[in-house]
Structure formats: structure tokens, C-alpha cells
């Protein structure tokens, strides 16, 4: 079994924690310019080839992303997220529409995870299926599934055939991670068995799954990073890369890239998640010489990028991509400090953004991290 040694986020790590320039983002101003008209999107991630470059047809990047009818309090759009089909060239986004036909997933919604195209031209599109198809109301069980449908082209766009099998290839085991199936919760109050990412390992070339996870540490439930590894015609878990011990109950989407022969491990999480608050929404991220660990915080907090404090809810769901490109989505462009999730529908809905947030690039030396003035070229 792969070794892995786990790294605990303490603390001590967070008291470390600075006002620095190099990990602040920029102030969005205005997110007008959507990428869907009529519909929000949020928890970008590219089609990635095997080597975890975006896949490029037709001259355009395809990606994915969760998305909803553009109406009503953006919170509620997590009970009715759907994955959809983008294509991008530079900064025009182009609708493909959904990644499945209704009711191919069963899930009540499906959230996020990850999209790597295969040698045969199928896709491995790996997402969470959440709650059960057909449920009167939102429940919160969560699994990992994998769907492999092929890419077609027409009339040169692209699109997903409708006939992949969903097939749950990972679980919680209710032991080392606890199981996320609550019955009742919302945003930032469940456990957590979701958003899949794909990586292979250039030093063994196998493949593994990082999974957002909740382990059953002290006296109550933390976040971690959860590994599987594909072994024996099976995803088998291991022990986790890093639990946030006494620090924050939900990381989310993690992934790893490598750069400079360094494994770097990036997540998100809001400021509503850390125990006791005090820390930003942010991208988050450690750094090790392998993928097993052990992993060092980057920054020496583990912050890597974090949103203005004038804005602090103003970005989220970063995504770093192989040449060091981060795309998130603009969140909530406000300025008064208010928990988006407790304002009026009407008043929330003013101020969510909906949109991709514009592109970062990092730049990663090390240990240290730093973000680059203006937008990252993207073509």
C-alpha cells in the first residue's frame, strides 16, 4: 500500500498568517460580462489531457463548470447544479451545453470534480452525485462517480454523447473519513465526500484521486484531503494527505500540479469554515517532494491567495491549471463584511457575481508564492 504521511494544518500554521501584497487579489470592480446570459456559473475546470494540460479542439479550451438558472437567492443554486460544457478562446466563453441528458446522474444535482480525456477519445468525467434523483426535497449524501462519455463534434463545436454509464467509484468508509450523508444542511454545514480530481504521478505513473473529506478527529468533524489510488480495477482510499487539525471544517476542491519536480497541493476554503474565524477566503496550498507527502504550508500559513479585504467574499473555487493560470468565479462583489448566505434573496442576487473572476497566474518558487501583476495571457 502507498505510504502516505499525513500532514497536519495546525494553528500554529494560521498564526503565521500576513497582510502581504503578493498573496492578495486584485478587485474585481465590475463582473458584468457573464459567461452564460441567463445562468450562473461557478467551480470552473478545464478538460484536461493526461499530461494535465487543457484539452484544445477546434483552437478552443473545453471546460466545465457548475451552473444554474440565473434567478432567485444564488445560495439555492447548489440544490440544482448541473455540470456544463464550455468552450474558451482567450476570454469568450462559448455554451455547449450539459455535460449529461436529464436524468443520467442519481443525484438530485451533481457537483463538482474533474475531466480528463482518455487515448480512446472518451472523457473521464468524475463528479459528485448528490442526494437521490427524484427526492421531494435536497438531501446531502454525496459519492464519487465516474462517467466516460465520448466527445462529438458538430458543425464544429463539440459535445458529450448522452448514452456513458454512471458508475459510483468511491465512497466514504466511514471510518478514517466519516460518511457524508446528512438527510438535513446547507453550504458550510455538512460533511464532506466530494470534488474529485484526477492526477497522475510522473514518478509512478499511476493514477489517483484527491477527494474533498471530513475525518472524525477530536471533538468534532475536520476537513482533509482525501487520496485513493487506482489499483487492481478499483479506486482503494488511503490515509489523507492533510487534515486541518483544530482549523477549518471544509476544504474544497483540492488538486495537485507539479513544478520544478515539486508536488504542490492546492484547495479553497471560505472564512466561514475556519474554527475560531479569523482567517480570509482563500486559495490554499502546501508543498512536498512527493505526492505521499510530507507536505510543508506554503507561505508558511498555507495562504496563497486570498481576496481583498474590502471584498472578502468577492472570489471563490480557485483552480490553479499546469502553467500556473487560477480561474475562479466571481462570488458575492460586496464590501460590508455581511454572510452572503443570510441576506435577502433579492439583495444577494444584486451582488453575485455568477461569472468567471478574471484569470491570476502564480508563480510558485519553493516554499514561497507570489501573484503576478495583470491577467495571465490566455492566447
Same mark, same amino acid.
Given at each position: 500500500?502507498?505510504?502516505?504521511?499525513?500532514?497536519?494544518?495546525?494553528?500554529?500554521?494560521?498564526? !503565521?498568517?500576513?497582510?502581504?501584497?503578493?498573496?492578495?487579489?486584485?478587485?474585481?470592480?465590475?463582473?458584468?460580462?457573464?459567461? /452564460?446570459?441567463?445562468?450562473?456559473?461557478?467551480?470552473?475546470?478545464?478538460?484536461? $489531457? &493526461?499530461?494535465?494540460?487543457?484539452?484544445?479542439?477546434?483552437?478552443?479550451?473545453?471546460?466545465?463548470?457548475?451552473?444554474?438558472?440565473?434567478? =432567485?437567492?444564488?445560495? /439555492?443554486?447548489?440544490?440544482?447544479?448541473?455540470? +456544463?460544457?464550455?468552450?474558451?478562446?482567450?476570454?469568450?466563453?462559448?455554451?455547449?451545453?450539459?455535460?449529461?441528458?436529464?436524468?443520467?446522474?442519481? %443525484?438530485?444535482?451533481?457537483?463538482?470534480?474533474?475531466?480528463?480525456?482518455?487515448?480512446?477519445?472518451?472523457?473521464? #468525467?468524475?463528479?459528485?452525485?448528490?442526494?437521490?434523483?427524484?427526492?421531494?426535497?435536497?438531501?446531502?449524501?454525496?459519492?464519487?462517480? $465516474?462517467?466516460?462519455? *465520448? /466527445?462529438? %463534434?458538430?458543425?464544429?463545436?463539440?459535445?458529450?454523447?448522452?448514452?456513458?454509464?454512471?458508475? #459510483?467509484?468511491? !465512497?466514504?468508509?466511514?471510518?478514517?473519513?466519516?460518511?457524508?450523508?446528512?438527510?438535513?444542511?446547507?453550504?458550510?454545514?455538512?460533511?464532506?465526500? !466530494?470534488?474529485?480530481?484526477?492526477?497522475?504521478?510522473?514518478?509512478?505513473?499511476? $493514477?489517483?484521486? /484527491?477527494?474533498?473529506?471530513?475525518?472524525?478527529?477530536?471533538?468534532?468533524?475536520?476537513?482533509?484531503?482525501?487520496?485513493? !489510488?487506482?489499483?487492481?480495477?478499483?479506486?482503494?482510499?488511503?490515509?489523507?494527505?492533510?487534515?486541518?487539525? %483544530?482549523? @477549518?471544517? &471544509?476544504?474544497?476542491?483540492?488538486?495537485?500540479?507539479?513544478?520544478?519536480?515539486?508536488?504542490?497541493?492546492?484547495?479553497?476554503?471560505?472564512?466561514?469554515?475556519?474554527?475560531?474565524?479569523? *482567517?480570509?477566503?482563500?486559495?490554499?496550498?502546501?508543498?512536498?517532494?512527493?505526492?505521499?507527502?510530507?507536505?510543508?504550508?506554503?507561505?508558511?500559513? =498555507?495562504?496563497?491567495?486570498?481576496?481583498?479585504?474590502?471584498?472578502?467574499?468577492?472570489?471563490?473555487? +480557485?483552480?490553479?491549471?499546469?502553467?500556473?493560470?487560477?480561474?475562479?468565479?466571481? @462570488?458575492?462583489?460586496?464590501?460590508?463584511?455581511?454572510?452572503?448566505?443570510?441576506?435577502? *434573496?433579492? $439583495?444577494?442576487?444584486?451582488?453575485?457575481?455568477?461569472?468567471?473572476?478574471? #484569470?491570476?497566474?502564480?508563480?510558485?518558487? =519553493?516554499?514561497?508564492?507570489?501573484?503576478?501583476?495583470?491577467?495571465?495571457?490566455?492566447?
Amino acid at each position: 500500500m502507498t505510504d502516505v504521511r499525513t500532514t497536519r494544518w495546525t494553528p500554529a500554521d494560521l498564526d !503565521r498568517l500576513a497582510d502581504d501584497p503578493a498573496t492578495t487579489a486584485p478587485p474585481i470592480g465590475d463582473a458584468s460580462t457573464r459567461v /452564460l446570459a441567463d445562468r450562473d456559473v461557478w467551480d470552473l475546470w478545464p478538460v484536461q $489531457e &493526461e499530461d494535465g494540460s487543457p484539452t484544445v479542439l477546434n483552437g478552443r479550451e473545453l471546460w466545465m463548470t457548475l451552473s444554474a438558472p440565473a434567478s =432567485g437567492h444564488p445560495e /439555492l443554486r447548489h440544490d440544482i447544479a448541473r455540470l +456544463w460544457l464550455l468552450a474558451r478562446a482567450g476570454d469568450n466563453w462559448t455554451d455547449l451545453g450539459p455535460v449529461f441528458p436529464d436524468g443520467a446522474s442519481p %443525484g438530485s444535482r451533481e457537483w463538482s470534480g474533474c475531466a480528463v480525456r482518455r487515448p480512446d477519445g472518451t472523457v473521464s #468525467v468524475f463528479y459528485t452525485a448528490t442526494g437521490t434523483r427524484g427526492e421531494a426535497r435536497p438531501t446531502f449524501h454525496q459519492r464519487v462517480m $465516474e462517467a466516460r462519455p *465520448a /466527445l462529438i %463534434g458538430t458543425d464544429g463545436t463539440v459535445r458529450t454523447s448522452p448514452e456513458a454509464e454512471h458508475r #459510483v467509484v468511491l !465512497r466514504s468508509d466511514g471510518h478514517a473519513y466519516l460518511p457524508a450523508d446528512e438527510v438535513d444542511g446547507g453550504p458550510g454545514r455538512i460533511k464532506a465526500f !466530494r470534488d474529485p480530481a484526477w492526477f497522475r504521478d510522473p514518478a509512478d505513473g499511476s $493514477e489517483y484521486l /484527491l477527494v474533498a473529506a471530513s475525518v472524525p478527529w477530536g471533538d468534532r468533524f475536520m476537513g482533509a484531503v482525501a487520496l485513493a !489510488r487506482w489499483s487492481d480495477g478499483a479506486w482503494r482510499l488511503l490515509a489523507p494527505l492533510v487534515v486541518a487539525e %483544530g482549523v @477549518n471544517h &471544509e476544504i474544497e476542491r483540492p488538486h495537485v500540479v507539479v513544478h520544478d519536480s515539486r508536488y504542490y497541493l492546492f484547495f479553497c476554503t471560505s472564512r466561514q469554515a475556519f474554527h475560531p474565524p479569523g *482567517a480570509p477566503t482563500g486559495l490554499y496550498g502546501f508543498v512536498a517532494d512527493a505526492l505521499t507527502g510530507p507536505y510543508e504550508p506554503l507561505n508558511g500559513s =498555507g495562504l496563497v491567495l486570498r481576496n481583498p479585504p474590502a471584498q472578502p467574499d468577492q472570489a471563490y473555487a +480557485w483552480w490553479v491549471l499546469d502553467d500556473l493560470r487560477v480561474v475562479g468565479f466571481a @462570488n458575492y462583489l460586496r464590501g460590508d463584511g455581511a454572510d452572503p448566505r443570510h441576506l435577502p *434573496a433579492a $439583495e444577494a442576487r444584486a451582488s453575485f457575481g455568477g461569472t468567471a473572476a478574471p #484569470v491570476l497566474r502564480l508563480g510558485l518558487h =519553493g516554499a514561497t508564492t507570489h501573484l503576478t501583476p495583470g491577467e495571465f495571457p490566455t492566447e
